[in-house]
């Protein structure tokens, strides 16, 4: 069976700052080249990641992350019919969590795989009522 790994922003960016927790993404993508797991980031998490790194390091450096990320295993996906109304569902129930944090979320529920993610502050919540598979990285 196909395991899909959500990545959320807090994942990726993990990854590359080399921060607590990046060692977990980086099995995730060992893992994704050698069996059939997939690792994928939706593109408004990617986003998040984007805007980030250029604000801290200017363009040229959120444009090498961007496209790093194009280069590698990690599947970017765009905005399904399913994931929009698994999204508001999500939004509308647990108003304190952000909307690209409901995306990943929903992206998560819809495929039916584990979103991957640090962000205990805004998920603890969602991770209680079991709607979704986590795992932490720290």
Known sequence: MNKSYVLDACALIALVKEERGAEIVADLYEEARTSN???????????????????????????????????????????????VRATGRIK????????????????ASVRGGVLVTSDHHELDAIDNAGEVEFLWIR
Request: overall charge negative; cysteine-free.
């Open 92 to 107: 509308s129930e647990y108003k304190h969590i952000s909307l690209a944090d409901s995306i990943a979320l929903a992206e």
């Open 37 to 83: 797991a997939s690792l994928l980031i939706n593109i408004v998490n990617l986003v998040e990641v984007y805007y980030g790194f250029r604000r801290e390091r200017g363009s040229d450096y959120a444009d090498a992350i961007l496209q790093s990320v194009e280069d590698s295993i990690v599947e970017i996906v765009g905005i399904s019919r399913a994931v």
